[in-house]
T-cell receptor, first 114, second 112 residues
């Protein structure tokens, strides 16, 4: 299996622009998680889905952030409008329903907002 | 609110010099404590899950232990390839479903 795939790997944008991050989970996995990692705050859970349905979005920082999972093999995290404080590495992870203790992480998207 | 504190923030060891990393936690009903390894520029990689005090798990040179207040990741005779950031995370009754609360990690450097 190719593992969790994220794109783009790096994104540089200007403040106010819309940013869309993409994730393809491991085939057959039921859970998908979006995390953000910064030096100051470490790794934080933003939102997670079960069978394409958002279960907990309490970690989404504000209304500028939105996430969707239109099907079992694709999810997006959108920031509109972006701000410099959104600069971070964003990770997507997936897991099986029977083994949710093992989350498999993607390589991450490094976002820089100027 | 759950709190997860890892120490030290950074650790430098010589090859073969054994040591331990600490993860102390304050949670409302622990449902699992997790250790991950993260290499630079990569996503975290799962190592262990511990569920109850007294539990231990091993993998090669790594051994994870759990008490009611903390977990240790013991590294025996480390090699340079063990250099990475080690992350601890907890799942508790105050989290919804399968949410994990991560510590900030310990950056380990093993020199030849």
């Amino acid at each position: 299996d190719a593992g969790v795939i994220q794109s783009p790997r790096h994104e540089v944008t200007e403040m106010g622009q819309e940013v869309t991050l993409r994730c393809k989970p491991i085939s057959g996995h039921d859970y998908l998680f979006w995390y953000r990692q910064t030096m100051m705050r470490g790794l934080e859970l933003l939102i997670y889905f079960n069978n394409n349905v958002p279960i907990d979005d309490s970690g989404m920082p504000e209304d500028r952030f939105s996430a969707k999972m239109p099907n079992a093999s694709f999810s997006t995290l959108k920031i509109q409008p972006s701000e410099p404080r959104d600069s971070a590495v964003y990770f997507c992870a997936s897991s099986l329903a029977g083994g949710v203790d093992t989350q498999y992480f993607g390589p991450g998207t490094r976002l820089t907002v100027l | 609110e759950d709190q997860v504190t890892q120490s030290p923030e950074a650790l430098r060891l010589q090859e073969g010099e054994s040591s331990s990393l600490n993860c102390s936690y304050t949670v409302s009903g622990l449902r699992g404590l997790f250790w991950y390894r993260q290499d630079p520029g990569k996503g975290p990689e799962f190592l262990f899950t511990l569920y109850s005090a007294g539990e231990e798990k091993e993998k090669e040179r790594l051994k994870a232990t759990l008490t009611k207040k903390e977990s240790f990741l013991h590294i025996t005779a480390p090699k340079p390839e063990d250099s990475a950031t080690y992350l601890c995370a907890v799942r508790s009754n105050s989290n919804s479903g399968y949410a994990l609360n991560f510590g900030k990690g310990t950056s380990l450097l093993v020199t030849p």
